[in-house]
């Protein structure tokens, strides 16, 4: 779990079972986990309204154990990227009430909320939990290019190579934390760099 | 008799000044001699002739340089100005405020007629003399918003209200002290405010809520706030702090009465009748030591809210590596004598 921040960061639950007959799951690597773990709890035929979306760690695990979960549908994807078009296509013709439950990295979570909002859906009816790493994405407020898993702080943008401080505030509409140069009023002044969100 | 425009610049050469007059009228932010936070907020009011208050939507002096230097920032950065879709009416809304407001107070420079939709603005200082439908954003060159924003001085955001919150949908915002439109647009009060340090644990947003909520319509209500900037820059954006942020190592004991600039931010809060949003101008006022010290008063006070401030307060606004210079600077106009009650000078 994060630890006590500002309140723009997001702070995650547990999974848990929403009324409904309609139920999708977005998952990465160890987020796979979460919903293992929630299936515990759940009413009889719950999966068979369910379906799951999975981006595998590089390790590969969990598969199995998700399929075996018997949901309606199970897809797995290779990246975030890849499941984009998939992902948007469902929530577009996703019917009300359909729940939907995100679990793994912030990353993940973060731009499948964003694609879940673009949608209509209200942030705060969404299920999430955080399981994994904590590397953050991050927008850089100088160019604006969006750097993935950063693990360090402060970083540097993949982008325009400014060091940046990996600030608290986070964006859901831009699914990103804040970077800002953080030796801007003098260049000279180089901060070690430690690597703090693993 | 109108204003007389000055032509500065608030960039390069930075040939920003106030006229003697401006600086009398500065809308000094502090009524007595420490500052912490509060939820300083009142009625928005016509204020004594001669003030910033004279009118409820001020034009200065600065008018039209400020109109160009915002120009110059969009041509830039058009993401300084966004709007979220379903803020095109509050957009409407806006442009009729600030039409009605300008033309109000200074009929010399700005004419508003009306026949049914079809509107005709004149804008003399900046050369305008359009004609449009109203809420038909195809007969306008801008959307609304950013078409009447482009003529007004301050930073405007627009809020929407729902489930008892006020969301950050739509903005024009270029003059602003540190913080990013483009970042914070679609976050509630709360999620923009979050990087704001103590104001939180004193219940200072629940409160502002509350109060901001319940403006009515014809009921405006404003407060201030401050900060300060070294050179007098408008654009002292986080997009830009890679740029500006060395000016806060340049500040010397002889170049402190030129460089370090007080910035006061006039704040006002409207309710938008057709969309039901509110709309937030935040008027930046500039003024430099040499300036603000012809006042002594104001010397004597400052000195003190300065050298008071908390640690935390200071690090947020930026004065860190320069408050020691300035405080020594500010020392020698502080005789010690007491302080009058109030924000006006003697």
């Known amino acids: 779990m994060a630890a006590k921040s500002i309140i723009s960061r997001p702070v995650y639950g547990t999974l848990s079972p929403q009324p409904g007959k309609h139920h999708l799951f977005v998952a990465d690597a160890e987020g796979a986990v979460a919903i293992i773990e929630m299936a515990k709890n759940v009413p009889a035929g719950f999966f068979g309204g369910a379906e799951i979306v999975f981006i595998p760690g590089p390790d590969g695990k969990h598969v199995g154990a998700l399929e075996a979960l018997k949901p309606a549908q199970f897809h797995l994807a290779a990246s975030f990227a890849s499941l984009l078009p998939r992902l948007k296509q469902t929530l577009t013709n996703a019917h009300m009430g359909l729940r939907l439950y995100l679990s793994g990295t912030e990353g993940l979570i973060g731009q499948a909320m964003q694609v879940a909002l673009e949608a209509g859906i209200d942030h705060t009816s969404m299920q999430t939990e955080h399981r994994g790493s904590l590397a953050r994405r991050m927008q850089c407020v100088h160019c604006k290019g969006i750097t993935e898993n950063v693990t360090t702080q402060p970083a540097t943008c993949a982008h325009c190579g400014l060091l940046l401080l990996v600030r608290d505030h986070y964006s859901r509409r831009l699914a990103a934390f804040q970077g800002v140069c953080i030796n801007a009023e003098d260049r000279s002044e180089i901060p070690p760099m430690e690597e703090i969100f693993r | ?346």
């Open chain 2, 1 to 346: 008799m109108g204003i007389t425009f000055r032509k500065e610049t608030f960039r390069d050469d930075f040939t920003f000044r106030n006229s003697p007059e401006h600086i009398r009228r500065f809308p000094f932010p502090f009524h007595e001699d420490s500052y912490m936070y509060a939820v300083n907020i009142e009625p928005h009011v016509v204020g004594p002739k001669g003030s910033v208050l004279e009118n409820l939507i001020d034009v200065d002096e600065h008018y039209v340089a400020e109109m160009q230097d915002r120009a110059l920032v969009l041509a830039e950065d058009p993401l300084r100005c966004q709007s979220l879709p379903h803020m095109t009416l509050a957009g409407w809304d806006l442009l009729e405020l600030l039409m009605e407001q300008q033309a109000l107070g200074y009929p010399e420079h700005f004419t508003l007629t009306r026949d049914g939709d079809r509107w005709r603005w004149i804008n003399r200082p900046l050369g305008i003399d359009d004609t449009f439908t109203f809420g038909d954003t195809s007969t306008l060159p801008y959307g609304p918003m950013e078409y009447i924003t482009r003529q007004s001085q301050g930073d405007f955001c627009i809020l929407d209200q729902r489930d008892g919150n006020l969301w950050m949908d739509a903005g024009m915002v270029t003059t602003q002290a540190d913080w990013s439109l483009d970042f914070d647009i679609g976050m509630n009060f709360f999620e923009w405010h979050a990087p704001v340090p103590l104001a939180h644990e004193k219940g200072i947003f629940i409160r502002a809520l509350k109060f901001l909520t319940n403006i009515q319509q014809g009921k405006p209500a404003r407060r201030l706030n401050w900060t300060m900037t070294i050179n007098p820059r408008l654009d002292t954006s986080p997009e830009n702090y890679h740029k500006w942020g060395p000016d806060r190592s340049t500040v010397t004991p002889e170049n402190v009465g030129d460089k370090v600039h007080l910035r006061v931010e006039l704040q006002s809060f409207w309710r938008l009748p057709r969309s039901n949003g509110i709309v937030f101008p935040i008027r930046c006022y500039l003024i430099k030591m040499d300036e603000l010290v012809t006042q002594p008063k104001w010397a004597r006070r400052l000195h003190r809210v300065i050298r008071d401030l908390p640690e935390e307060l200071a690090t947020y606004k930026g004065l860190t590596r320069y408050r020691p210079t300035l405080v020594e600077w500010l020392s020698k106009l502080d005789d010690g004598s007491p302080t009058s009650p109030g924000f006006g000078p003697d």
